[in-house]
């Protein structure tokens, strides 16, 4: 890869910066453990969520609220996001962010719980995108659950597609490297959505629902 290459992709990264509120959430979010989404997928998402339209809005991996934030940024002004967590803990940060942001609390649904357990109450064709960014093992269940949730049109975003540079190659094979690479490979050729493999961050593997 070339100097230039690295040096675009910063460039790229660093394209919208972060308000205040967000690099406070940010710095929570390090500070407990909850790894934040990149500045680039935080913008890739809202971009996402306004293009869409998305006034439903389907979390997976709460953490302390970055991509929230990002994400309602994006949405309109009556736009719910519903998202899942199940670190009680992590939550309060979120909370604490959404109100320093002054996000309206009719606007986001926290829901504590493991994602296997709260997605089969979710309603079917209810929401218009759904972001995955919890245990990366689970993601392929996710995205069981991500055909029924989505209305057609919507959107699924699944962060950390390229796990850690390590996707592309072909000899790591530890079980997230793998979980992503297949899955990666799995919605190249599925009839029910239309992707894009996004090199923003981590990776953002993004597909609409047919
Ligand atoms: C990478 S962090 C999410 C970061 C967040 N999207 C952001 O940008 O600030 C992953 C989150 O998923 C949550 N998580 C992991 N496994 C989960 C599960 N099985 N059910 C629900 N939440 C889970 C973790 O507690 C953690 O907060």
Known sequence: MSTDKAQTWVYAEDYIPEHEVLLAARDAAVEVGAAPVSTGIGATLRMLAAVSGARAVLEIGTGAGVSALWLLDGMPADGVLTTIDHEVEFHKHARRAFTAAKISP????????????????MA???YDMLVIDGDVLEAPQYLDHAVRV?????????????????????????????????LVRFLSTSEDFIPSLLPVGDGLLVAVKR
């Open 150 to 182: 989505l209305r057609p049109g919507g959107v699924v975003a699944f962060v950390h597609a390229l796990w850690h540079d390590q996707v592309a190659d072909p000899a790591r094979r530890d079980p997230e490297t793998v979980v992503c690479r297949e």
């Open 106 to 121: 009719q606007r986001t649904r926290l829901i504590a719980g493991r994602a296997l357990d709260v997605l089969p109450r």
């Open 124 to 126: 079917a064709r209810a």
